[in-house]
């Protein structure tokens, strides 16, 4: 089955800099991936999407990219402020599995001012 | 915020018990996925049911069992707690087993 590996499982940044979460997919027929944000004890939020036909896809000051060769995508945080500070999940979703996402470990992002 | 709500809120269990955990998917949406969401850890699938049917498993025991109503809505039963079954049960709904996912607030479950 889809084995999905999240770097780095902590990330500190400074307010304004750039943040940057890498995945790693194992089933080269996985054709979704989406990104979560989960604060403390909330539910997790959908920030962004991507499918397997499309190499980028932004969204104001979020971005992620594809790279179905390597299999792993990344989410990239622009300009980041202290609302960003949550634990951030990147999934994946095969082509077989129905609507079964498997998901990372988590990257907890802090943006301290 | 999404219009998937879950019920209830905390738990507290014992081992042994039996627990019905509740989800109502947003409107329009005929498709719920269950996720179990350890401590620190990423959710893991437990299930998906579309159209009141069971449309895939995760690697769980089949004491974890569900629902799905013709409104959609869906339940998650689970026999013979053991302490590991300590965790945020989450729902999700979807307008197609394919679909995006959007969140409930999920269900705190604490066995003791």
């Known amino acids: 089955g889809e084995n999905v590996e999240q770097h780095p499982s902590t990330l500190s940044v400074q307010e304004g800099d750039s943040a940057v979460i890498k995945c790693t997919y194992s089933d080269s027929a996985s054709n979704y991936f989406p990104w979560y944000k989960q604060e403390l004890g909330k539910r997790p939020q959908l920030i962004i999407d991507i499918r397997s036909n499309v190499g980028e896809k932004k969204d104001q000051r979020i971005a992620v990219t594809l790279n179905k060769t390597a299999k792993h995508f990344s989410l990239h945080i622009t300009e980041t402020q202290p609302e960003d500070s949550a634990v951030y999940f990147c999934?994946?979703?095969?082509?077989?599995?129905?609507?079964?996402?498997?998901f990372g470990a988590g990257t907890q992002v802090v943006v301290t001012p | 915020e999404t219009g998937v709500t879950q019920s209830p809120t905390h738990l507290i269990k014992t081992r042994g018990q039996q627990v019905t955990l509740r989800c109502s998917s947003q409107?329009?949406?005929?498709?719920v996925s269950w996720y179990q969401q350890a401590l620190g850890q990423g959710p893991q699938f437990i299930f998906q049911y579309y159209r009141e049917e069971e449309n895939g498993r995760g690697n769980f025991p089949p004491r974890f069992s569900g629902l799905q109503f013709p409104n959609y809505s869906s339940e998650l039963n689970v026999n013979a707690l053991e302490l590991d079954d300590s965790a945020l049960y989450l729902c999700a709904s979807s307008s197609g087993a394919g679909n995006e996912q959007f969140f409930g607030p999920g269900t705190r479950l604490t066995v003791l």
């Open positions: 999934a994946a979703r095969g082509t077989d599995s129905w609507g079964k996402l498997q």
């Open positions: 409107s329009g949406h005929n498709t």
